[in-house]
């Protein structure tokens, strides 16, 4: 009986806020690692679960949770994650109902929270895959690299709605795609032949994928791409406000900021407030502050103040830690939800998870 009543056991939010509550207390259990909370390394694990999925061909995300699978587990990116992951089995001993992929996600929640960041809203619905659906290596960024790949790596998440009309659809047209501000979001239609052409006049519309199947037909196929944005990009990098490098996980070496386990906009101001020079080390190409030598940065976190479109936003969360919170909010939400479809979610609505502090409170 006792088995049947587990086997049929639905979690409630308040099940999952016990794991939410247990992760933040082991969160903390970390008084000779790294600064003194694995906080970081949990929200790395989560990240890269996350950062994997590839909206072509809807593979990778967080749903299935690969990085347990080898090759996955042995990328060189994902070099140290099995810190992150030990953790998590010890969590997931105690709570064996929860999927990987919810267990390592909400630890990325738990670990903004906790360490002093936005909400951000959560909701479970990722099962465990198999090793067969693990992912090909070289899908997360490579530090080395400059703006073209930071962007290529963003660009491949995000994911695709087809939105198909009748014909009479079409006078509201202009309206559809003048009026979407989000830039980096590519829109892509397929036509009657005499509105395709003089949708392709217009420069704010990716036409490459447009087809000329619908060409007789009296409907009109919206192919919307909602990927990441460079605003997205930038506030996603943010991260690096925790945490640190370790020249035996990635080689590289040193902390971005000087509270390694407080969450705050110290990414963005340091990048425009220090001089930044390059390291002279045998190791990786990398910065440090000229002033003390104590902190780095990467060559793709550099890339956010040299490209134009990056820095604007890098400059607006330097300046606004309140609209970086916000727009970071939203964007690792999104990040954590990449490739997990809808129905798989308990909720139509994510929910919010309460921080230890909020529950005394
Ligand atoms: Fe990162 N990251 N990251 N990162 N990351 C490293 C550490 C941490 C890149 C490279 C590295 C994000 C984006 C990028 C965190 C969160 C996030 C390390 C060092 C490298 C290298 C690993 C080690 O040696 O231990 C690159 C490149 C990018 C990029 O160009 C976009 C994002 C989007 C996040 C996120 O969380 C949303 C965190 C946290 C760490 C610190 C881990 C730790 O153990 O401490």
Partial sequence: QAAKVKANFVPSKEDYQKVYNRIAEIMDEADDYDDGSYGPVLLRLAWHSSGTYDKDTKTGGSNYATMRFEPESLHGANAGLNVAREIMEKVKKEFPWISYGDLWTLGGVAAIQEMGGPNIPWRPGRIDGTAAEATPDGRLPDASQGSDHLRNIFYRMGYVRIYTSRFDFLPTLPSV????????????????????????????????????????????????????????????????????????????????????????????????????????????????????????????????????????????????????????????????????????????????????DEQKA
């Fill in 177 to 356: 795609t003048t009026s979407h501000p989000i830039k980096g979001e590519v829109v892509m239609l397929s036509l009657p032949l005499g509105t395709y052409s003089r949708a392709a006049a217009r420069k704010d519309l990716d036409l490459r994928a447009c087809s000329i199947l619908s060409l007789w037909t009296p409907s009109l196929t919206l192919r919307r791409i909602h990927r990441f944005n460079d605003q997205e990009i930038v506030a996603l990098s943010g991260a690096h406000a925790l945490g640190r490098c370790h020249s035996n996980r990635s080689g590289y070496e040193g902390p971005w900021t000087f509270s390694p386990t407080t969450f705050t906009n110290d990414f963005f101001k340091l990048l425009f407030d220090e001089k930044w020079v390059w390291k002279k080390w045998n190791g990786p190409k990398q910065l440090e502050d000229k002033s003390t030598g104590s902190l780095m940065m990467l060559p793709t976190d550099y890339v956010l103040v040299q490209d134009k479109s990056f820095k604007k936003f890098a400059k607006a969360y330097a300046d606004d830690m309140e609209l970086y919170f916000k727009d970071f909010s939203a964007a690792l939400a999104r990040l954590f939800e990449l490739g997990v479809p809808t129905q798989q979610f308990v909720s139509s609505e994510p929910w919010k998870m309460r921080t230890v």
